[in-house]
């Protein structure tokens, strides 16, 4: 079965920089990864996602790039702020087998003032 | 409200007592999902239904742990004679898409096995 793997599993950037947060996955036939933040206590939120046919896809801040080659999805978060604290997941599936999302375990982000 | 409800949101339970969990999904959902997530962890896969059909269970899932789906509209998750490393936060989503899209999760019930 898919296999999602994510690095680092802590980041602290600081006010205004960058973040980047990685992910692989194992099932080539994997075609949806979406990406979830969750804050501390609360459920885990949908803020993006890509399909297979795309390379890249961007709202506001944050954009994720996919390389179906390599297997290799990406979070980038730029000018961040403290409100992006919060535990970000990588996550995989095949929509074609109509297939539930397996995540990673995750990346806690600490926007640092 | 028209999101995931999950009940209850806490749960403390002695070590070999059984308890049981709901989730309501949005009404005009036909998937439901459950997962498992522990300290630091991602949300582990547990099983998936279709309408009132599951469809697929975890090999996570013990024969300790049974989930339901009647009628195809709430979910129960059954835990029998609990042990401490069962507890974790157990959420719920659904969606009315096939392949994990639109995945709207519940807050989860947190269960503490003393």
């Known amino acids: 079965g898919e296999n999602v793997e994510q690095h680092p599993s802590t980041l602290s950037v600081q006010e205004g920089d960058s973040a980047v947060i990685k992910c692989t996955y194992s099932d080539s036939a994997s075609n949806y990864f979406p990406w979830y933040k969750q804050e501390l206590g609360k459920r885990p939120q949908l803020i993006i996602d890509?399909?297979?046919?795309?390379g890249e896809k961007k709202d506001q801040r944050i954009a994720v790039t996919l390389n179906k080659t390599a297997k290799h999805f990406s979070l980038h978060i730029t000018e961040t702020q403290p409100e992006d604290s919060a535990v970000y997941f990588c996550a995989a599936s095949n929509a074609n087998r109509d297939d539930k999302i397996i995540f990673g375990k995750g990346t806690r982000l600490h926007i640092l003032p | 409200d028209t999101g995931v409800s999950q009940d209850p949101r806490h749960k403390i339970t002695k070590r070999g007592q059984n308890v049981t969990f709901r989730c309501d999904p949005i009404?005009?959902?036909?998937?439901l999902y459950w997962y498992r997530q522990t300290l630091g962890q991602g949300p582990e896969f547990l099983t998936y239904f279709q309408n009132e059909a599951q469809l697929e269970k975890s090999r996570l899932l013990s024969d300790r742990f049974s989930a339901e789906r009647p009628k195809g509209s709430f979910s129960t998750l059954e835990i029998q004679r609990t042990e401490q490393g069962d507890s974790a936060m157990y959420l719920c989503a659904s969606s009315s898409s096939p392949g994990g899209y639109g995945y709207t999760f519940g807050s989860g019930t947190r269960l503490t096995v003393v």
């Open positions: 890509i399909r297979s046919n795309v």
């Open positions: 009404s005009e959902h036909n998937r």
